[in-house]
């Protein structure tokens, strides 16, 4: 009785913790005062407004939506097969690749972004853009690779066997039979890669340069010169973004077991 | 020439070892073959080597007179049935009997009447729609079995396919496999490491043992005459005794064990002075009445009831414990008690230590 009483008590408590503060971005996303306050006074849908309509928010959000997606697609496309031949074939220095795949998680932000920088920007390799794209693309690999590897560690091997003796060929096989299996896991990791590319500000902010701007950092600047409740009507916007995308495919695919 | 030849093959699966060295094995058109042996024996590796999973190092393998070893497995048109199925779980039961039609590019219709043949052969028309998930585990087994049948195959290769399915279930199966394999007349390696099994489904069996064919040949050979006593271990013989060879008499070997004298035959050349081993089934043990010859005193320890039999597990104070396994007629003996058992000659068998 105890020991249920207690955690309980620690259950609501870490609730609290985790949402208590987008329950007061909510709320005071809707006040009428000219600065961030919580309780807010009055209410008024005119910094939702006043976001949505204001150029600099649109066109970063444009910029973050786009890399986004496309880092996801790369890390997808050379995610998928390191998973597979991780997940079916022992070779030499496996154990090395799979340590180096999951540096990026575990090499904090701004290490990783000072690194990016100084190889890309400094050497001047590609565009900005491209150079984002590049970065974002990193930081989200090895999340399209673990998850995808679990999916196909859930799948037994010799369907793709039964499908070669059937006459495909290992690739045919690997479309044919693999990929329908592992759908689901695959498309966990894109929405899992695509709202950390999206949120993510260090790599952003070592490779951004003179008239690129992505989401979060162009966020964070403008709190830097103004305190008014349009930045909390945006974070309320995109916390229901995130929210409803990834409700929507729990309900659909069941994702978060790839989580 | 035989159907399906394996001459001298040699595989592995890392660089040093060599888990069949030198192997050989031919398969007759049409005949159902088993290999039959304990895990580790070399069994799916044969299989998976035929099947062309496996890269050959050295030898032939030979289907109807063609050399198969750069055949690529998706080009040897061979229907494989694996132990755990391996239906496709994403799609429905006709889908999966027609994948590999649809990759013969075959049109829909005659894919359709194929795949209705093939359903009907193992008995699971109507459930087309179905997705192997919404299938119990023999049903399972039959797709997997009509999505091997359905390209009509040369070979039909099937991998230990009954050892998922409930006993009873597993004792249905063997005759419908039975049946099938003779109604279509596809040559069949089959494996297993279930001796009833093999016993009642093949033309022949390869007993292998440690990369290496112990014995080859008909369920009856095998059964009642086993070439070596690895064979007769397998095929459920227990030594009881271990004595030397005195004399020959009526096709029997005489062996003595400390002054008493055992009858038994041999598929082995002994002579004179050889140290053997005697090797007998449990159900082959009756009491003893007034043979003199053959006989064998102990104390029974334990006993199991078996419904029409009984087991006993009797100490002879030699070698390991006996089991006996007896007809209920002459009633239940109690444990403790004292028991003269007695094998004929002809149930008895001799081999080489």
Not at chain 1, 130 to 149: A, D, F, K
Not at chain 2, 245 to 250: L, Q, S, T
Not at chain 2, 293 to 308: A, K, P, V, Y
Not at chain 2, 315 to 326: F, Q, S, T
Request: hydrophobic share 45%; glycine share 8%; with cysteine.
């Amino acid at each position: 009785m105890d020991r249920i009483s207690i955690s309980t008590i620690i259950m609501v408590l870490v609730l609290i913790f985790l949402i208590g503060p987008f329950v007061v971005i909510f709320i005071s996303s809707f006040g009428t005062q000219e600065f961030l306050s919580f309780p807010p006074q009055g209410f008024t849908l005119g910094w939702f407004k006043k976001v949505i309509s204001m150029d600099m928010f649109k066109e970063s959000m444009k910029l973050s939506v786009i890399i986004a997606i496309l880092a996801s697609i790369f890390a997808s496309v050379l995610g998928i097969p390191s998973a597979y031949a991780l997940s079916r074939y022992d070779f030499m220095g496996k154990r090395i690749v799979e340590t180096f795949l999951t540096l990026p998680v575990i090499v904090p932000g701004m290490v990783a972004g000072l690194t990016l920088l100084r190889i890309f920007v400094m050497m001047n390799l590609f565009s900005i853009k491209t150079t984002l794209l590049i970065g974002h693309t990193i930081i989200v690999l090895p999340y399209s690779i673990r998850i995808t590897r679990t999916a196909l560690e859930n799948l037994p091997t010799d369907i793709e066997e039964a499908a070669i003796s059937l006459g495909a060929s290992k690739l045919k096989a690997f479309f044919l039979t693999v990929l329908p299996n592992i759908k689901t896991g695959i498309i966990a990791s894109f929405i899992l890669m695509f709202i950390i590319s999206f949120n993510n500000v260090p790599i952003s902010l070592f490779l951004t340069g003179p008239g690129v701007n992505m989401l979060p950092i162009v966020m964070m600047s403008y709190m830097e010169y103004y305190y008014d409740p349009s930045i909390a009507a945006l974070s309320t916007l995109l916390i229901l973004l995130t929210f409803g995308i990834v409700i929507l495919s729990q309900k659909l695919l069941g994702i978060t077991r790839y989580m | 020439m035989a159907f399906l030849e394996l001459r001298k093959i040699t595989v592995g699966y890392d660089k040093k070892t060599n888990v069949l060295e030198n192997f050989s094995l031919s398969v007759e058109e049409g005949e159902f073959i088993s290999l039959l042996g304990a895990s580790g024996s070399g069994k799916t590796t044969t299989l998976r080597t035929i099947a062309g999973f496996l890269p050959i190092r050295s030898g032939e393998l030979i289907i109807r007179g063609k050399i198969y070893n750069n055949i690529p497995p998706n080009k040897r048109n061979i229907g494989i049935v694996f132990q755990n199925y391996a239906l496709f779980p994403h799609l429905n039961v006709f889908e999966n009997v027609a994948f590999g039609l649809k990759l013969r590019r075959m049109d829909k219709v005659e894919i359709e009447k194929k795949v209705k043949e093939a359903l009907e052969l193992v008995g699971l028309v109507g459930f087309e729609g179905r997705l192997p998930s919404q299938l119990s585990g023999g049903q399972q087994q039959r797709v997997a079995i009509a999505r091997a049948i359905v390209i009509e195959p040369d070979l039909l290769l099937m991998d230990e396919p009954l050892s998922n399915l409930d006993a009873k279930l597993r004792v249905e199966m063997r005759s419908e496999l039975r049946r099938l394999q003779k109604e279509l007349g596809i040559t069949t390696v089959y494996v297993t490491h279930d001796q009833a099994e093999a016993i009642a489904l093949s033309d022949k069996i390869a007993l292998l043992n440690d990369g290496k064919i112990e014995h080859f040949g008909t369920p009856e050979e095998v059964y009642n005459n086993p070439k070596t006593l690895y064979c007769a271990k397998f095929m459920g013989f227990q030594e009881f005794l271990k004595g030397k060879v005195v004399d020959f008499e009526g096709g029997y070997v005489v062996v003595d064990h400390e002054g008493r004298k055992f009858l038994a035959r041999t598929s082995e050349d002994l002579t004179i002075g050889e140290n053997v081993v005697l090797l007998a089934r449990r159900k082959n043990f009756k009491p003893a009445k007034k043979e003199t010859r053959n006989t064998l005193e102990g104390r029974i320890i334990s006993r199991i009831f078996q419904g029409d039999t009984v087991l006993y597990m009797v100490d002879i104070g030699y070698m390991e414990i006996l089991n006996v396994e007896m007809e209920l007629e002459m009633g239940m003996l109690k444990e403790g008690q004292s028991i003269t058992v007695c094998v004929e000659p002809k149930d008895c068998i001799a081999f080489k230590i």
